[in-house]
């Protein structure tokens, strides 16, 4: 079924509703895998979206997945259980070190010195390591981006002096059983292709004259995720052709080298919708406000990152009371929902031919960072339900 047949066959008691495209996903990440070169292995961030259907979706066409915490290693390891598993992120602990080591990881991401001790504490077989680098890259490579994990001081990784003192570490007796692989860098997220290229260029680059000055051989070099998604244009796609073509002449210098990617948002946002529908029209101070059922308890990616989210309207022709309908009147449209905050607004000023109380409106690009980073419990209001549509199902 389409995704406007699927939307007008839902009740008002189905709303608001997420629907994911399990088929268009399959596509999309097929596209993705096709665009890049053989020496290229494609992990999923599963923080994106750990929905268990699209972890599911993914497995055709992904190498690995990424899991940043032992709630998500677990919830992967169980959801695809023969797929390979990075595990990175900072602030592990003991138990969660434990766990990944009994529940096995492919990669390991170490983020310091002190987790690097734990693990080699705490590992009683080999385990594979990179070493994740907060490096500093070339001013300008991150400037348009909306989130900087590296170049700057932030938690993330480990700074490039203390790299060296992992290697030398690394060296030590009690060390056997760490195996060094190369490095991982997660610098930015937001970038377009050309951005995120010279980005991991210049990563394999560092990592490469590290490796020689320390007399050490890396095999794998992960150079993270964080390619652009745009929310004003949902037709713009990161140029997965280009980033591709430009990997192929990196291994191409580097003919030893694997190398890892690990996006989460552009392979998920495009797959899921929102759908829900407007319980009032207002108007306030001279603008028209559309009162929707849910909000950003549910979806909360426009509030957190200060965009608008792309929404079409479908028209609903009946309404059931002996009163006018509230309707748009200028033109534009702020969509907000029931919570009690001037922040749960999804949409401010959009345009819209027409906007009508029981009108449904479907948010596009709900697929990554929008139900699992909301907040679900704030006004207890009912959650949404969730549909797949899939190809395999008719
Ligand atoms: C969040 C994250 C990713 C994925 O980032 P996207 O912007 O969703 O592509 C990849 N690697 C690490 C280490 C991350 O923290």
Request: glycine share 8%; proline share 7%; charged share 20%.
């Amino acid at each position: 079924m389409s995704l406007s047949r699927h939307v007008e066959s839902l009740t008002s008691d189905h709303l608001p509703s997420y629907i994911y495209d399990l088929a268009a996903l399959r596509e999309h990440v097929a596209a993705v895998r096709a665009a890049l070169p053989e020496r290229v292995e494609l992990y999923y961030a599963a923080k994106a979206n750990p929905e268990s259907r699209i972890l599911a979706a993914l497995r055709g066409s992904v190498d690995g997945y990424e899991v940043s915490s032992g709630g998500e290693l677990a919830h992967v390891r169980a959801g695809v259980p023969d797929a390979p598993l990075a595990f990175g992120g900072p602030g592990k602990t003991p138990a969660e070190i434990a766990d990944a080591l009994r529940l096995g990881v492919h990669r390991w991401h170490v983020e310091s010195e002190h987790e690097l001790r734990m693990l080699a504490e705490l590992a009683n077989g080999p385990v594979d390591v990179l070493l994740r680098a907060n490096l500093p890259v070339a001013s300008g490579s991150l400037d348009s981006v909306a989130l900087a994990m590296g170049g700057r001081p932030t938690p993330f990784g480990l700074d490039p002096a203390r790299v060296a003192d992992c290697l030398r570490l690394l060296a030590e007796p009690g060390y056997e059983r760490l195996r060094l692989r190369g490095i991982h860098a997660h610098l930015a997220s937001g970038l377009a292709a050309s951005a995120q290229l010279a980005v991991a260029e210049q990563v394999v680059e560092w990592s490469m004259e590290l490796a020689a000055a320390h007399g050490v051989e890396f095999t794998e070099v992960n150079v993270g995720g964080g390619m652009a998604v745009d929310y004003r244009d949902p037709d713009a796609r990161f140029d997965w052709t280009a980033f591709g073509t430009g990997l192929r002449a990196l291994l191409d210098r580097h003919p030893g080298l694997t190398l890892r990617i690990e996006p989460g948002r552009a392979l998920t946002a495009y797959c899921g919708w929102y759908a829900t529908e407007v319980l009032d029209v207002k108007q306030s101070h001279g603008e028209d406000f559309a009162v929707l059922r849910g909000g950003t308890h549910h979806l909360r990616t426009p509030a957190t990152r200060g965009h608008d989210q792309p929404f079409a309207v479908t028209p609903v022709a009946d309404w059931p009371h002996p009163w006018p309908r509230p309707a748009v009147t200028t033109g534009r449209v702020t969509l907000s929902g029931q919570l009690c905050t001037p922040k749960d607004v999804l949409a401010h000023q959009a345009p819209v031919d027409r906007l009508r109380a029981a009108d449904r409106v479907v948010f596009a690009m709900a697929g990554a960072y929008a139900w699992n980073i909301s907040h679900h419990e704030f006004l207890m209001h009912p959650r949404p339900a969730f549909h797949f549509l899939d190809a395999d199902e008719g």
